[in-house]
């Protein structure tokens, strides 16, 4: 990874600069962490990382420790300079305290201390200070080691030295509020993903997760990310289940008009474009001026290459009336793109989408001049991204005339809903929920039991597509997947973009999977998960997707109906038969369906809104989901089989 010119090495409290003051962040925490459930909780242990890594790029940090106390607290330790503690000619007071508990106070607002820095609030470790209920901040330093302590963002005393030390660093305890966010248990896979990212976007930094909260078998967990290639070896982890066109991952690391840039590209057989970019380590869901430079530079360069060195295949495109698109450079692309930019200007519905005008012209730049380069020096290779190429413009042709049938039978243009749809009265998106249910028996139940105002019922027919492994005309031509489409009233493609997806009239603001709580049912859930992610990735981000749980017990004593508990766990079901004294007349049944249910059960269980669980899909590290998707889809096998066996509910229960 190309070095960052380090900043000035005086770093000190003259470098701390105060843009504004703390005390709106406990009002408000949404506006600053983005909410106040996990997602957010988790954004505590990102904004500290934030910290570390920022001395990383400025070349003071090589490691840094991420901690999951029993009692959830975490603590973030880095090898680092230490944040600076000599007073603050202008507040009169350590410079650590100003860090601590003064809202965008920090190196970072010092162009003198970091050429850039992460953090997509840029709120730092204050706004983490607000939150928790406690705080110990300690730095080593100068041969000494600091201290100071807060409760919810207040100091209980001046900052004091506590012992001596030949380390310098920072570390960072924190405890959530549990009076603010709606939980405080933090999820290992969440953040283990994270620093996994971190890992690989910068190079040469080695970050260890460890989890002291013992798990069923009273073990702990810890895990060491540490990526020597950075993002050659990131898009190799992302596109590790797929089969590649070629070894080869097209690699750039170069500097245009100031900005740094990198970016990793491979190729495979597969039929989807997999793009992840990342801007001072925030991933940019929502894409912005440096995806656009990458896909124009992208498309000029191969579309001239080929012009220039497979005249005959194209002139045989051109009889069949097909020209090729940027769309077609794209198919079985998985790229990853990692830009730094001083001054970043996000904009969007998440404020992950890059504004800054002149980072498009670098990076089209960056990427013609090495695309180029590496197109005339591989020629094998640049033959079989052409073909790959060619292949996906004639299956656009036949994708493009699939999606036609689907937008002819949209409710929008009057083709009507499908015909198995049991529609609600609601014509209030805001209030109307759609059930996906698999199988006649089980949407039968659903639609007697179901409340007609506001739920709607589809069952799903034949077996659901795995999109993974299909070229997209075959998912359009998809009779569940089409029932799907129209049902939603979505609408598919655009001028620019063929796959562009348009739900601004989207029928339904709940998009609920409801299948059966055994394995066979975990399978279709994530087929359909995978469509969604695939297809419909927007109906995820905008949160309206949903995954029902239906129990697996019901448990009464004799055939008393009204006398049931229902079970959604084994634990659950042992509680249950201990309740009612475990006697002989006991009735334990097994739902080993949806249509085993009454629909009576089924309302009060799985569709009652004041009695249900609904788990909603969220999509926390685009990444980390395509590779889990690509995983579980693909033709590889062992690494499914270990997944579904570390993560199966139902695996001691269907046997």
């Known amino acids: 990874m190309e070095e960052t010119?380090?900043?000035?090495t005086n770093y000190g409290a003259n470098s701390i600069q105060v843009l504004e003051g703390l005390e709106a962040v406990r009002k408000r925490p949404a506006m600053y962490i983005g909410d106040i459930s996990e997602k957010g909780l988790h954004h505590?242990?990102?904004?500290?990382?934030?910290?570390?890594?920022?001395?990383?790029?400025?070349?003071?940090c090589t490691h840094i420790e991420v901690v999951i106390g029993e009692d959830n607290s975490i603590t973030v330790t880095d090898n680092g300079r230490g944040i600076p503690v000599d007073m603050h000619p202008k507040e009169h007071k350590s410079a650590l305290e100003v860090v601590m508990t003064v809202l965008h106070a920090g190196g970072k607002f010092d162009k003198g201390s970091y050429k850039v820095s992460g953090g997509l609030h840029g709120v730092g470790v204050s706004c983490v200070n607000a939150l928790s209920k406690?705080?110990?901040?300690?730095?080593?330093?100068?041969?000494?080691?600091?201290?100071?302590?807060?409760?919810?963002?207040?100091?209980l005393y001046p900052v004091k030295e506590v012992g001596t030390t030949d380390k310098t660093g920072t570390r960072q305890q924190f405890w959530p509020d549990d009076t603010i966010f709606t939980t405080t248990i933090y999820k290992y896979e969440t953040l283990a993903n994270r620093m996994r990212e971190l890992a690989f976007l910068n190079a040469g930094i080695t970050i260890t997760l460890t989890d002291l909260r013992p798990d069923e078998e009273g073990k702990t967990r810890n895990e060491v990310f540490f990526s020597k290639d950075g993002l050659r070896e990131f898009v190799r982890y992302i596109d590790g289940n797929r089969n590649h066109l070629f070894d080869d991952v097209i690699y750039i690391n170069t500097e245009k008009q100031g900005t740094p840039i990198e970016i990793a590209i491979m190729y495979n057989d597969g039929y989807s474009e997999n793009i992840h970019s990342y801007v001072n380590n925030i991933n940019t869901i929502e894409g912005g001026t440096h995806l656009m430079g990458f896909r124009a530079a992208l498309t000029r360069s191969l579309k001239k290459y080929a012009d220039d060195n497979c005249k005959r295949d194209l002139e045989k495109l051109e009889k069949n009336h097909i020209e090729i698109t940027?769309?077609?450079?794209?198919?079985?692309?998985?790229?990853?793109?990692?830009?730094?930019?001083?001054?970043?200007?996000?904009?969007?519905q998440t404020k992950t989408k890059l504004g800054n005008s002149e980072v498009s012209g670098a990076v089209q730049q960056a990427v013609g001049e090495a695309l180029t380069n590496y197109l005339e020096e591989h020629p094998a290779e640049a033959q079989k991204v052409v073909g790959k190429v060619i292949l996906a413009a004639t299956a656009r042709v036949a994708a493009r005339k699939a999606r036609e049938t689907v937008q002819r039978k949209s409710?929008?243009?009057?083709?009507?809903?499908?015909?198995?749809?049991?529609?609600?009265?609601s014509k209030d998106p805001a209030e109307s929920e759609l059930f996906l249910v698999e199988g006649d028996s089980a949407g039968g139940s659903a639609k007697q039991g179901r409340n007609r105002k506001f739920q709607a019922i589809l069952p799903l027919r034949g077996k659901i597509?795995?999109?993974e492994k299909v070229m997209k005309h075959r998912v359009y031509e998809s009779d569940a997947i089409r029932d799907i489409y129209t049902a939603l009233g979505v609408s598919v493609g655009t001028k620019d973009d063929a796959d562009a997806l348009d739900t601004s009239r989207l029928r339904y603001h709940k998009i609920i999977i409801m299948t059966d709580a055994d394995v066979d049912g975990s399978h279709i859930d994530t087929l359909i998960m995978t469509f969604f992610f695939r297809f419909m990735r927007e109906v995820i981000e905008q949160g309206y997707l949903y995954i029902a749980t239906p129990p697996l017990y019901a448990v009464s004593r004799g055939n008393n109906s009204k006398d049931i508990t229902y079970c959604w766990t084994e634990q659950q079901r042992q509680q249950a038969i201990d309740n009612l004294g475990g006697s002989k007349n006991l009735k334990v049944q097994r739902y080993k369906g949806l249509g085993e249910m009454n629909a009576e059960q089924l309302w009060e269980t799985t569709m009652n809104p004041e009695n249900r669980t609904l788990r909603?899909?969220?999509?926390?590290?685009?990444?980390?989901?395509?590779?889990?998707?690509?995983?579980?889809?693909?033709?590889?096998?062992?690494?499914?089989?270990?997944?579904?066996?570390?993560?199966?509910?139902?695996?001691?229960i269907d046997a």
Request: net charge negative; aromatic share 10%; glycine share 10%.
């Open 134 to 155: 406690h705080m110990t901040s300690q730095v080593f330093r100068n041969g000494k080691i600091y201290q100071q302590e807060y409760e919810k963002g207040k100091p």
């Open 465 to 467: 597509l795995n999109v």
């Open 5 to 8: 010119t380090a900043p000035s």
């Open 411 to 425: 409710p929008l243009s009057g083709g009507g809903l499908p015909g198995k749809l049991a529609d609600c009265s």
């Open 616 to 652: 909603q899909v969220t999509i926390e590290n685009a990444a980390a989901a395509d590779y889990v998707f690509s995983m579980l889809m693909g033709d590889d096998v062992p690494p499914r089989r270990e997944f579904i066996e570390k993560n199966a509910k139902y695996a001691n």
């Open 326 to 348: 940027g769309d077609d450079f794209r198919e079985g692309l998985t790229a990853v793109i990692s830009i730094k930019v001083a001054e970043p200007q996000f904009e969007g």
């Open 44 to 60: 505590l242990v990102y904004e500290t990382v934030d910290n570390s890594i920022d001395e990383a790029l400025a070349g003071y």
